[in-house]
Nanobody
Framework: QVQLVESGGGLVQAGGSLRLSCAAS??????????WCWYRQAPGKPRELVAR???????NYADSVKGRFTISRDNAKRTMYLQMNSLKPEDTAVYYC??????????WGQGTQVTVSS
């Protein structure tokens, strides 16, 4: 089993920045073959994919965050990051990390709240 713990959420003014972290623990096998993802869910809305760091080194982003958010991973630290710049009130949501391991098993973190005030 893999456990994921997010951190770094909080309250920030519009235009500000936050960096989220997602740390993995437990049974870690072939972490270089994992896909790491950030999702978010705003009240009353479905959970949406924000960014993904694929095992081949590529990344992709939701159109709404392109140019503002950057996903990165540090396999040695078993951690994924989401640098969020130029935050907008519409970025307010609970942010979740997810990994897809080498066996295609999915694991989710518990979420961290991000609130952007106008």
């Amino acid at each position: 089993q893999v456990q994921l713990v997010e951190s770094g959420g909080g309250l920030v003014q519009a235009g500000g920045s936050l960096r989220l972290s997602c740390a993995a623990s437990g049974i870690i096998i072939n972490i270089n073959r994992w896909d790491w993802c950030w999702y978010r869910q705003a009240p009353g809305k479905p959970r949406e994919l924000v960014a993904r760091a694929i095992s081949d080194g590529s990344t992709n982003y939701a159109d709404s965050v392109k140019g503002r958010f950057t996903i990165s991973r540090d396999n040695a630290k078993r951690t994924m990051y989401l640098q969020m710049n130029s935050l907008k009130p519409e970025d307010t949501a609970v942010y979740y990390c997810k990994v897809v391991d080498a066996r295609q098993a999915n694991y989710w973190g518990q979420g961290t709240q991000v609130t952007v005030s106008s």
